[in-house]
């Protein structure tokens, strides 16, 4: 199309994760109120963006397209003008994501570069991160459903201290003094925080002494998701070592980080169908990465996945899919080293550090079994 306007600017530069932004224009698309549908498109638009481009090309398209509901809206386009209408540039923009920026915090500047700026914690530098985070968040209305702001028709503001210290049981918590934070009231208040996060889908101006903008429509997984985001992004680049789990039960929980792989593996276990054991591998795996997990939360994690594969070798032999010796293979680990009888013959002086590579071990085992019993399903004849 020839009016068709370019996605290469930096103003297209992302500013959230990509199928974020899908699902959220998909349930957006679906509102049958073509006024309101345009209203809450720009509003994102403006949000998931760098620049205000974006927003301002979707307002064009969508003007060329006449607004059925509303007697007084744009006439239609003539079928010969080759023009965008809303329709289209979201179709296109759809389709072009994947190639489209991510937006991401400046370079180091000189002094950084040139080591001329002092050092600080990997954790208080998070702190701080944190804590101008959540303002720029809230400011956005993305806590407006337990912590409106003071409007000035208020006559009962909320008690932002009171609504963490409920949480959290510490007082004096509001406004945010990450100077005074130790680590754990830190962490404590990146999970409080998730819970609390809703992303508005609408707004209203309140004009009156300037009282500015008002939130509503919230949506709970867009903004957690959107929240967890932001800030596992700000703790990567802080070095802290945690990030908050996207999934299992633990969604919304610090947990410790590892390499790419093992978190794929987690992902893929935690959204393997849960017919078999699905409900202890998701228990394990809660426990096994929750920060400040001892050895006994290891080892425990340890034995809940080996009673997983332990159930799964029944289903495994009545398909023929594994013999006595990859049997006994997979379970002489659990056997020998002392997890589960505690009998004389068990190893018992090893290195803690071992529960890691037996937690991996077992969890991979369990993906391998995961697959067999999938091809099975798969290759078995429906019985009428």
């Not at 979707?58 to 209408?85: H, I, K, N, Q, Y």
């Not at 759809?94 to 991510?102: D, G, H, M, S």
């Not at 680049?237 to 792989?261: F, N, Q, W, Y």
Request: overall charge negative; aromatic content about 10%.
């Amino acid at each position: 199309m020839s009016a068709a306007v370019s996605f290469l600017s930096a103003d297209y530069e992302l500013r959230w994760p990509r199928e974020l932004v899908v699902r959220e224009l998909a349930g957006l698309r679906a509102d049958p109120d073509a006024r309101q549908r345009q209203d809450r498109i720009t509003f994102l638009l403006e949000e998931v963006f760098l620049g205000e481009t974006p927003a301002h090309d979707f307002t064009v398209a969508a003007s060329r397209r006449p607004v059925l509901d509303d007697p007084w809206g744009t006439p239609p386009v003539p079928p010969d003008v080759d023009l965008e209408d809303e329709q289209g540039f979201l179709d296109r923009l759809i389709a072009e994501l994947p190639q489209l920026r991510e937006h991401h915090e400046p370079a180091p500047y000189w002094p950084a570069r040139h080591g001329r700026q002092h050092a600080v914690s990997s954790t208080a530098t998070a702190a701080q991160r944190f804590a101008a985070l959540i303002r720029d968040l809230h400011t956005r209305g993305y806590f407006d459903r337990t912590l409106p702001p003071l409007c000035v028709d208020d006559r009962d503001p909320i008690d932002e201290s009171a609504v963490l210290a409920e949480r959290l049981g510490l007082p004096e918590l509001w406004p945010l003094r990450p100077e005074n934070w130790d680590e754990d009231t830190f962490f404590g208040l990146v999970e409080v925080f998730h819970d609390l996060a809703v992303r508005p889908r609408e707004r209203n101006l309140h004009s009156y002494n300037g009282c500015g903008w008002h939130y509503s429509g919230f949506g709970t997984d867009t903004g957690r998701a959107r929240y967890r985001w932001r800030v596992n992004r700000l703790l990567a680049s802080a070095g802290v070592g945690l990030r908050l789990a996207e999934d299992g039960e633990d969604t919304g929980r610090l947990v410790r980080t590892v390499d790419d792989a093992r978190t794929d593996l987690v992902e893929r276990a935690l959204a393997a169908p849960s017919e078999t054991g699905g409900d202890r591998v998701q228990h394990a795996i809660a426990r096994f990465r929750q920060r400040g997990a001892t050895a006994e939360d290891k080892r425990m994690a340890v034995i809940a996945l080996f009673g997983v594969l332990e159930q799964r070798s029944v289903l495994l032999k009545a398909t023929e899919q594994i013999t006595s010796k990859d049997e006994s293979d997979l379970f002489n680990i659990a056997n020998n080293f002392a997890l589960r009888h505690h009998d004389v013959q068990q190893k018992r002086d090893y290195d803690p550090i071992f529960l890691d590579w037996m937690f991996w071990w077992y969890l991979a085992a369990i993906e391998v079994t995961n697959q067999v019993l999938a091809r099975d399903r798969a290759t078995t004849p429906a019985t009428s």
